[in-house]
């Protein structure tokens, strides 16, 4: 996993700021005093991508199960595998976790780095103790949105040259890179096993999947149906990298105290796409409880 200490050209109390600014957000309460989150999560890497063109098409992942078909099945449409196994990088994930989400990958193990914290406890979980998503136990039932997780695992960062390459690449991973099958919407399709089988989702497929796209495609949004737009936030700085993003509260987010604080320390605003079931799955997760 990448650990807050392995980005090692960021200043220490810089870290600092920054994480205590992040974490402000994951857990941001709004003024009657509900909790609010203004971002599910935030990831960290001790590289940038190779290509710093805005024409790249990202899709984060855990398991080397899942890597391993992706890499089979790109290859299998045309992308040589060397360059795309330079373009997988390494990262570090703090998030709001979904306790209807596994914990668990196909072969029964912890997902890679995962640790869980109950923010009504303070307590880390024991998840050697559940076999099951969180949500099946009476313990985590009321659960949502007040778990927080880590886990390491890794990104794609594929560059693309044209608009044709982009529509082909983004049907392709709308396709292989869910659990199920999904429509324009983001509302989950119904799929018999037989089409399952042959659509053959790569092993440890997210129920929801994680894909996004840089600034540059915006203008060509209508040409992707099953992605909306949204706002990347990132600091780069000596190849490290830590970025979220910013779906529909974009206007709260920089009402806020931690935007200018960020923005003071360097993060940079963009406009990116992301899959509608990530998106939906931002706004369960941000919406207010108490």
Not at 65 to 84: T, V, W
Not at 125 to 137: A, D, G, H, M, T
Not at 191 to 208: N, T
């Amino acid at each position: 996993m990448v650990e807050i200490g392995d980005l090692k050209r960021i200043p220490e109390d810089k870290k600092v700021e920054v994480i205590r600014n992040l974490d402000q957000l994951l857990t941001y309460r709004d003024s009657q005093g509900r909790l609010s989150p203004l971002i599910c999560g935030y990831n960290r890497y001790d590289t940038v991508p190779d290509s710093e063109s805005a024409m790249v098409f990202s899709n984060l992942h855990e398991t080397e199960d899942y890597k391993s078909d992706m890499l089979a099945d790109l290859g299998r449409i045309g992308y040589e595998s060397q360059d795309m196994e330079s373009s997988v990088r390494v990262r570090g994930t703090t998030y709001l976790h979904d306790p209807t989400f596994p914990t668990r990958d196909s072969t029964g193990k912890i997902f890679p780095g995962l640790r869980i914290r109950d923010l009504k406890t303070g307590k880390y979980i024991q998840l050697e103790r559940f076999s099951e998503p969180l949500i099946k136990y009476p313990e985590f039932e009321d659960s949502e949105g007040s778990l927080v997780a880590e886990n390491s695992g890794w990104e794609i960062d594929i560059p693309f040259r044209t608009k044709r390459e982009l529509i082909r690449l983004a049907k392709f991973f709308v396709r292989k890179s869910g659990k199920h099958i999904y429509d324009h919407s983001g509302i989950k399709s119904f799929e018999s096993g037989k089409q399952q089988h042959r659509r053959a989702p790569w092993r440890d497929a997210y129920d929801v999947p994680v894909v996004f796209i840089g600034d540059y495609i915006i203008k060509h949004k209508s040409d992707l149906p099953a992605f909306t737009r949204a706002s990347k936030v990132t600091l780069k700085e000596g190849g490290n990298e830590i970025s979220f993003v910013v779906y529909r509260r974009v206007g709260v987010f920089k009402s806020t105290q931690n935007f200018r604080d960020l923005k003071e320390l360097g993060f940079l605003e963009e406009g990116c796409l992301i899959n509608k079931v990530f998106a939906k799955y931002i706004l369960r997760m941000c919406k207010p409880r108490m």
